[in-house]
């Protein structure tokens, strides 16, 4: 049986060898389908590694309650603009009643033109933060210091800035001790955070970070709405008591819905899970096709070869052969044709992702059981789109194919 089989093997691949340029042709549409495959799995493994190192930056165990969810929720959003704002008075009533927290901070959200001598930056995000906001959201210092509780508590004018400001305004200075203006007054740079990348194309780095009090202090009421940071290492323990005490703090009614919102890290992971996961779906459906495509080729393919060899074929069987030994040559040969092309557009596949992560900064992943997925998709295209040319190949009478000409 063994024999059988490598002396089945060896026909094919003289068969191929034989017709190179029409096996090769014969091959695209696997080789597209499998390349396409990889790439696309590469791209999307890349991508969640990314985010996910970007999150673990952020801290995975922080809880935001703010007015309004990070993630859409279907057609009732208008709802959302009769929301009640976060304020201080249920930052102040979270301080004092949540138990299952290690921490709890506050952040303003402000966007602001800065200015550093001739250079400005429009629209830059300005943060109000409490004096433990840095340690809750796990953000470190590359220089200078962090803002403290007194320059809460005297209201300095003071900032700490991100990287992508140092690089703007500052360009090769020392931003330390320079004045900083944000929407036309004067604020002295204390420190530099570290780099935190980006998410979702959005910068974390071109941000300026002031003491929450000297925001009010300049706009007054409209600058009391908040988000309300807590770090917990039982999450759904403090989410469930953060909605309680919401909802105390809110004068809800058992049978009124909340009016606020309780964001977390894994709301925005599922978010982009569910996006990656319907984009890899759809581009296994273009890669199916193209493996379609690749297999009606070798089927037509295969099905001329027979018609050219059937003398071949009424030579075989008269000193010997056995359908079976017929079967099997051509099947090898479909089966050979679709995991060369299948081989080719996984190695295509590799220096194409690799050329992307180069070019992009994404991670260079590509997980084995796409690899797995690939050969397996391209020996079944061969299987399936072979067995047609192979049996007619083996039901052919050797009378009539010696008479063929």
Request: aromatic share 10%.
């Amino acid at each position: 049986m063994i024999e059988l089989f490598l002396e089945s093997l060896r026909v094919s691949f003289d068969s191929i060898g034989s017709n190179k340029l029409r096996s090769f042709l014969t091959t695209l549409g696997i080789i597209i389908g499998v390349m396409t495959v990889i790439i696309v799995v590469s791209i999307i493994a890349g991508l969640e590694s990314k985010v996910q190192q970007v999150f673990s930056t952020i801290g995975s165990n922080v809880i935001y309650v703010e007015r309004f969810p990070w993630v859409s929720m279907g057609p009732n959003d208008w709802r959302r603009s009769f929301r009640n704002y976060v304020d201080f008075d249920d930052y102040k009533l979270v301080k004092q009643m949540i138990r299952s927290a290690d921490d709890v901070g506050v952040s303003i959200s402000r966007r602001f033109f800065v200015k550093y001598r001739g250079e400005r930056l429009d629209a830059v995000s300005v943060s109000g933060i409490s004096e433990n906001s840095f340690k809750i959201e796990n953000i470190s210092m590359e220089i200078g210091i962090p803002i403290s509780l007194n320059d809460i508590k005297y209201r300095r004018n003071v900032c700490v800035i991100g990287k992508d400001i140092q690089k703007n305004l500052f360009k090769n200075e020392n931003p330390i001790g320079k004045l900083l203006t944000v929407d036309g007054r004067k604020y002295i740079v204390i420190g530099v955070t570290s780099s935190r990348g980006s998410i979702f194309g959005q910068s974390m780095d071109e941000v300026v970070y002031l003491p929450y009090s000297t925001l009010i202090k300049y706009y007054g009421e409209e600058s009391r709405r908040i988000s309300i940071m807590v770090r917990s290492f039982n999450p759904d323990e403090t989410i469930e008591e953060l909605r309680w005490i919401m909802r105390l703090s809110h004068s809800l009614k058992p049978n009124e819905p909340d009016n606020f919102y309780i964001n977390t890290q894994d709301a925005l992971i599922n978010q982009w899970k569910s996006l990656t996961t319907a984009i890899f779906f759809v581009m296994i459906a273009v890669g199916s096709l193209s493996l379609i495509v690749g297999g009606i080729g070798i089927m037509n393919i295969m099905l001329v070869s027979v018609s050219e060899r059937t003398r071949e074929i009424g030579i075989r069987k008269s000193i010997g052969a056995k359908n079976r030994e017929i079967l099997l040559q051509f099947l090898f040969e479909s089966i050979t044709i679709s995991l060369t092309g299948g081989i080719i557009g996984i190695i295509i596949g590799f220096l194409i992702s690799f050329t992307i992560s180069k070019l992009t900064n994404l991670p260079f992943a590509i997980p084995l059981w796409s690899v797995i997925l690939g050969f397996t998709f391209s020996v079944s295209a061969g299987l399936f789109f072979g067995i047609l040319p192979s049996r007619k190949a083996a039901s052919l009478d050797p009378v009539e194919c010696l008479r063929y000409e």
